[in-house]
């Protein structure tokens, strides 16, 4: 009776210490291939301020998705989320429908910590160097399906994918943050900087 009571003590300490440890991590969840993952890459209070990041930051592997891929994604109504690394003035001008803007100089992880981290996710700016930040950073976060749009915005508009304005129209204009991108634009679309 005794060894019964003393197993049955321990069975329940095992299962009540495992159950706890999912409950204690919000960023337990179960990746694509059904294997567990632990997709915190480090604590909330181990990442440092965006900004920080971005100075220190060298190296990238968020992969690329091309816009015939987000394309394909989005029609299949898997459940994603594409963000739009840029400041507010250039979302307002154009941006993909249904992309939700975190910003670059106005990034923090308080924008997207409540992101679903099952959900893929595709950030894209104007022609990609912003995005490729806020992309590491997610991984960083504990985002496992982070994904930067090839080409960015740009990219999306020559490979004839349209745009919408601030007020939910379709626009032919393009805000490519430079002079240099303006270069890049093909098409009737019209860059602004």
């Known amino acids: 009776m005794q060894n019964f009571i003393l197993l049955s003590l321990l069975c329940?300490?095992?299962?009540?210490t495992t159950y706890s440890q999912g409950l204690d991590d919000p960023f337990s969840q179960v990746a694509r291939g059904g294997q567990s993952v632990d997709a915190a890459a480090m604590s909330s209070a181990e990442i440092p301020a965006f900004k920080k990041f971005v100075n220190e930051q060298k190296e990238f592997n968020?992969?690329?998705m091309l816009?015939?891929?987000?394309?394909?994604?989005?029609?299949?109504?898997?459940r994603m989320f594409v963000l739009d690394s840029r400041s507010k003035e250039e979302y307002n001008i154009s941006h993909i429908a249904g992309a939700k803007r975190v910003g670059f100089e106005d990034f923090t992880s308080e924008k997207v910590w409540m992101l679903n981290?099952?959900?893929t996710i595709i950030v894209y700016c104007a022609a990609g160097q912003r995005s490729k930040y806020v992309a590491q950073y997610l991984q960083m976060m504990g985002f496992v399906d982070v994904y930067v749009l090839e080409g960015s915005l740009i990219n999306w508009s020559n490979t004839g994918h349209e745009v919408i304005d601030a007020a939910g129209n379709v626009t032919d204009k393009i805000h490519v943050f430079n002079?240099?991108?303006a270069r890049l634009l093909k098409g009737s679309a019209k860059s602004v900087w």
């Open 62 to 64: 968020a992969p690329h």
């Open 67 to 78: 816009p015939t891929e987000l394309e394909t994604l989005r029609a299949s109504g898997e």
């Open 179 to 181: 002079k240099d991108n």
């Open 12 to 16: 329940f300490l095992i299962t009540t």
């Open 117 to 119: 981290r099952e959900y």
